[in-house]
């Protein structure tokens, strides 16, 4: 899947030049141009690596209200391919490594058949038109 360059651009925006501008602008307000020249004095190997992790708090709180503003604004949603799998390209993991299905655990009994499945399903769906009945 090729990458749309607008998302890459913010994506490099956000993750990269927001906290090294918001590191120079704190010390700038700090100190004034001399505090944020003090990053180049040639003490640190990686000087915008240092101003990128002084900014990241802030900048991670930037992106955090950008998202409530409008989620994905602030922290780029990641997109993802959706495929379907033949049943024939499914490999079943077992063993030590593989999790235990979620019917296994001993909360959540098998379904012994399609009928028992569709009753819970209509046992829920008459409790959601309940409660959304009261909610109302």
Do not use: Y
């Not at 890459?8 to 700038?28: F, T, Y």
């Not at 900048?59 to 998202?67: G, H, I, K, T």
């Not at 997109?79 to 379907?84: A, I, M, N, Q, W």
């Amino acid at each position: 899947m090729a990458a749309d360059p607008l998302d890459s651009l913010r994506l490099a925006l956000m993750q990269d030049v927001l906290p090294l501008g918001l590191a120079v602008v704190e010390r700038a307000r700090r100190g004034g141009p001399a505090e944020v020249l003090a990053a180049f004095d040639g003490s640190s190997a990686d000087p915008l690596g240092q101003l990128r992790q002084e900014g990241e708090p802030a900048a991670s709180q930037v992106r955090e209200n950008l998202d409530r503003f409008q989620p994905g604004l602030g922290n780029p949603v990641m997109k993802v391919e959706v495929r379907d799998v033949d049943a024939e390209d499914v490999q079943v993991v077992s063993g030590p490594e593989a999790p235990p299905p979620v019917w296994d655990t001993p909360a959540t009994p098998t379904p012994a058949d399609p009928a028992e499945l569709l009753a819970a399903l209509a046992r829920i769906e008459e409790r959601l038109a309940l409660l959304q009945s009261r909610i109302a």
